[in-house]
Structures are given as C-alpha cells and as structure tokens.
C-alpha cells in the first residue's frame, strides 16, 4: 500500500495535483456557506428593525 | 407539453427551482467523483508505459482544463442572452460561474504545470496552449475585478458581459493551438477522427478514457450544484429590497 501511494517516485506530482483540487473545491464551498450565511444574517436583522421602527 | 421559460428568468421564481436543483447535482458530484476516483487509481493502468505513474494527472487535468474553457463559453451565452433580453438573471449566471471557472483555469495549470515537471522537465514553458490557458485565467480574474469594481450592477452587469463575449475568442485559440503551432504540449488525448482506419481512435485504454470521462461529469456536476448555490446569494443580495426576498427571509424559506 505505502507502495502504491509512493506512485512510482511521481508522489509529489500526482498528490500536489490532487491535494490542489481538493483544497480549492472545498475552499470554495466552505466561502459559498459563509457568504450565504453572512448575507442571509444580515438581511434577517435588517427586515426585524425594520418590523420594530413600523410598529 | 409547454413550459414558460420565461417564468424561470424572473429570479423569484428560479430561486427556489435553484434551490431544490442543488442537491441532486452534489449527490451526483459526490457519486460521479467517487466512482470516478476508483477507477482512476484502482482499474485504469497503474501507469503509463513511456510516463510512468504521473500520468494519473490526465484524470483531473483535463476535465479541469476542459471545464475552465467551456464555462466561459457559457458565460459568453448568458451575457448574449442578457444584452437581448434584458433578463437580470442572465447576467447573474454569468457572474455565479466566473469564480469557479477561475478555479478550474488555475487547476489546469496547477496540475498541468506538476505533470509538465516529471514528462517535459520543466514546469512551465511560454508555449501556445499554456500561454492561451494563462490568458483565459486572467480573462476570469479581469471579469471578477471588473464586476466588484463598478457600484451600479446594471453598468457592471454590461462591462463584464462585452468582456464575457470578446473573451470567448480566446477558446478557440486554446482549443486549437496544439493544431495551429508546434507545441510542447501533447496534442488531444481523445481523437475522434483518427487518420487511418488501423489507427485506435482513442489514444489511451477504455478504463482510462472512462475515469476521464467520470472526473469530467464530476466537475460538471460540482459546477452545476455550486453555480446554482452562488447565483441564488447573488439574487438576495442584489434584491434585497425586493418583496420577494423580504417574504422569504421572514418565513425562513429563503
């Protein structure tokens, strides 16, 4: 197995290509969520002061 | 059957058709890239008879690079169908599918750039394709620039869909340049119009061809589920003031 992983002394090639595309899709999903959660936080606390000034 | 399509382009209506889209098109990712994974590392060959095992970057390297040039294809159609229509949404596409076009260029010349080093000796060279690769990286960068620099969306909704459309001339020349100039870069892994009836008209095994294939509905997928995910924060923020958005934030539909 430690064999297999080694990729025939290609490692730091094959698992640099790979690593990269898995840190870069999960960076951008994780971002997605923040943006998502900030934007949605934001606008929830804006529409209740709006609510209370109305009132 | 008919469907009012136009009834999509109004973003309170595409925002919750988004949003029950986006997890058919991860569930289909997550399975399309496991399988695809599998099959790159356990049943396509251990490797390559003339580069060894390096060749197992083809299976994301290209799917990267073909994604990169084919949603900026698609942004170039959304800021078509913008300009004509005046649909808002159009160009809300647009710009949901620019950064991960962006990353998807710099994947390809990240992984490129880590194969070139064991097969070419050398991480880079200023040849057609990878220079063109470059350019349309930096035709993402420039739009997503453009866009966060103008205030006023309909001004930036124009600036960055002339770029998407004079842009997209560039794809070709990537598309091509292995054809056009004498290139370091390998010619088209699959050749779907071989020169000679004995030639195989794929220049790699079938198990390697469909890991490629897997990894390409992988991204495609991803792309699909993130590009929906984006484009409905791009509506809530751009219409914030809107009723629609309002009503779904109070009842926690949104």
Known sequence: ?55 | MSINWFKYSSPASFYPLAGSMIPWFTAAAVLFGLVGLYVSFFVAPLADWQQGQSYKIMFIHVPAAWMSMFIYVVMAFWAIVGMIFKTRLSFMMGSALAPTGAIFAFLGLWTGALWGKPTWGTYWVWDARLTSQLILFFLYIGYIALASAIEDPRRADRATGLLAIVGVVNVPIIYFSVKWWSTLHQGSSINFNPAGADQRALSMTDSMFVAMLLMTFCFWCYTIAVALYRVRCEMVEREKNNDWVQDLVKSGDA
């Open chain 1, 1 to 55: 197995m430690a064999e297999y992983f080694d990729m025939g002394k290609y490692a730091f090639f094959v698992w640099g290509s790979y690593g990269m595309v898995a840190v870069c899709l999960l960076v951008e999903v994780l971002m997605l969520r923040r943006r998502r959660r900030t934007i949605l936080h934001q606008l929830s606390r804006m529409i209740r002061i709006k609510e209370r000034e109305s009132a």
